[in-house]
């Protein structure tokens, strides 16, 4: 089993910034590629940012500039740093790891942009 807990969410203002932590833990014993994805509210969820085990980046049109992804291999972290925060990058972050044909998913972090 592989969990997937999400922190750093939180309101802030517009053109703010905030930084997302995504632990995981479990039976990992290999590559993994781990990845962002936003969800507002009756839109489908969708990729903000990726990271593959070799550290190659893809990042949506909206978040490519504005937001960093990044991660600590030895410990399974992934971090999203996220600049010039705006209203529509508000949503529900969800974290997620493809391991050894398997796809994991976080609970979710709420990102409020609002002044």
């Known amino acids: 089993q592989v969990q997937l807990v999400e922190s750093g969410g939180g309101l802030v ?3 703010g910034s905030l930084r997302l932590s995504c632990a995981a833990s479990g039976n990992i014993y ?3 590629a781990m990845g962002w994805y936003r969800q507002a509210p009756g839109k489908e969820r969708e990729l903000v940012a990726a990271i593959t085990s070799r550290n190659i980046t893809n990042y949506s049109d ?3 500039g504005r937001f960093a992804i990044s ?3 030895d410990k399974n972290m992934v971090y999203l740093q996220m600049s ?3 209203p529509d990058d508000a949503g529900v972050y969800y974290c997620r790891l493809a391991y050894g044909g ?3 998913w976080g609970q979710g972090t709420q990102v409020t942009v609002s002044s």
């Open 84 to 86: 010039s925060l705006q």
């Open 62 to 64: 909206s978040a490519r």
């Open 102 to 104: 398997g796809d994991y």
């Open 71 to 73: 991660r600590d291999g």
């Open 13 to 15: 203002q517009p053109g």
């Open 30 to 32: 290999g590559p993994v």
